[in-house]
């Protein structure tokens, strides 16, 4: 339950901890495994680290993720969703 005034409650569920800043979340932390994000200074989300491996995020002109690209720019996941930007399908 979360009764407090900031989101400092609202950090863990189950076994993932969640490490907020001011333009969003910043890191989680499942079962000892850190994935940190990169944002531009509006919040929007620009890349991914986790397991020393970093991923690139693909949008489109709304804003949605579609993808993650690795270093080498070879896609390694797919969303997609549908007019109402719930998730569609199974991602990948």
Do not use: C, Q
Request: no cysteine; aromatic share 8%.
């Amino acid at each position: 339950m979360h009764t407090g005034t900031d989101n400092s409650g609202r950090t863990t569920l189950g076994s993932d901890w969640f490490h907020h800043t001011a333009p969003g979340l910043a890191s989680t932390t499942t079962n000892g495994v850190d994935t940190g994000f990169i944002r531009e200074p509006a919040g929007t989300l620009k890349s991914m680290t986790t397991g020393g491996k970093s991923y690139y995020y693909l949008t489109d002109g709304t804003g949605n993720v579609l993808g993650l690209v690795d270093d080498a720019g070879k896609r390694t996941h797919t969303y997609a969703y549908g007019p109402t930007s719930l998730p569609r399908g199974t991602t990948t």
